[in-house]
């Protein structure tokens, strides 16, 4: 006899394998891999980026481009602790190696991003520019190391 496939029964199994898939995508805390607490304070930086990206370049602007800076500040300080989602890949051996280094560059950004408040602070927008420029390359630098993909 021709067997056919049961289609009621194939979208009951495929309804009960969603938790499952929802799970999949979650960090061990269970937040969506796209809401982890890191990920939140990135978008906070992501902004931040593309605001200073026009601000820096207008020194009447400098006020705005410190309160952003400050937002930057408070993002880093909040993502240095928060380990990222790559950390569960990484042997457990190496784990704590993996996330120091993660700290540290996260710690390293949190220095450019004060040295972005001084040279606004000085009204030195040229300087303030070429740090933006630092950011940026810790952004890919971080990336590269960090995340996955
Ligand atoms: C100003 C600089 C930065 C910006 C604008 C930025 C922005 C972002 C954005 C938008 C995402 C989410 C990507 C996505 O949706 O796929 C992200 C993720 C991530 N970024 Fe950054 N980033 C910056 C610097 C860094 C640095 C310096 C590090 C490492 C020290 C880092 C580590 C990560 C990690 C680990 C993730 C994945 C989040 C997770 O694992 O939960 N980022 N970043």
Redesign the pocket.
């Known amino acids: 006899m021709e067997r056919r496939p049961h289609l009621p029964g194939l979208l009951a199994l495929s309804l009960l394998a969603l938790p499952l898939l929802a799970a999949m995508n979650q ?1 061990p805390a269970g937040h969506d ?2 809401e ?4 939140l304070q ?2 906070v ?2 902004s ?2 593309k605001g200073l990206r026009r601000s820096l370049r207008d020194p009447q602007q400098n006020d705005a481009s410190l309160e952003v800076v400050l937002e ?1 500040q408070a993002a ?1 300080q909040l ?2 602790v ?6 569960a890949q990484v042997p457990e051996a190496e784990r704590p190696a993996f996330v120091a280094a ?5 710690v ?2 949190q220095k450019v991003l004060l040295d972005l408040e001084l040279a606004l602070l000085a009204s030195d927008s040229e300087n303030a520019q070429a740090i933006y420029q630092r ?2 390359a ?2 890919e ?3 590269e ?3 996955v ?1």
Request: aromatic share 4%; hydrophobic share 35%.
């Open positions: 960090d891999a796209d982890t607490p890191l990920m990135m978008q930086l992501k931040g980026m930057m880093s993502a240095k928060e380990p990222p989602q790559m950390a993660y700290r540290m560059e996260m390293e950004t950011l940026k810790l952004e630098e971080g990336h190391h960090f995340t993909e």
